[in-house]
């Protein structure tokens, strides 16, 4: 669906990237939820967490990247930096999860 959008807004030229919009969202969404949620994370003291889930995060997107130049396909690049934002920041949102479940025991038994 984005192929043609991007199409009739920007040209025919821009049909490809259409394509690449359509797979960057399922990315962009999972980092969407990520962001407000990551305030646990700081609230909770839990920075160091926040830090490994962005260097997980920056570790996959390299990889994508070095894996995506030496198979020579745009496309391929664009699917796996997708891939990598949706692993990564799904990752962070468990993290996010676990943690505030173990904050939420500890404050339940102090009461």
């Known amino acids: 669906m984005a192929e043609s959008v991007f199409g009739v807004f920007f040209g025919d030229e821009w049909q ?16 969407m939820a990520y962001s407000p949620l990551s305030m646990v994370l700081v609230i909770t003291e839990y920075q160091f967490a926040n830090l490994l889930v962005h260097s ?3 570790f996959l997107k ?8 030496a198979l020579g396909s745009h496309m ?8 990598s934002l949706v692993l990564g ?23």
Do not use: P, T
């Open 16 to 31: 490809e990237a259409g394509v690449f919009a359509s797979w960057l969202v399922l990315g962009l969404v999972v980092q």
């Open 76 to 83: 391929i690049a664009v699917q796996l930096l997708s891939l």
């Open 89 to 111: 920041y799904g990752a962070g949102i468990f993290v996010i999860l676990f943690r505030a479940r173990d904050v939420s025991g500890v404050v339940h038994a102090k009461a």
């Open 56 to 58: 997980f995060i920056l």
């Open 62 to 69: 390299v990889s994508a990247m070095y894996f995506s130049y």
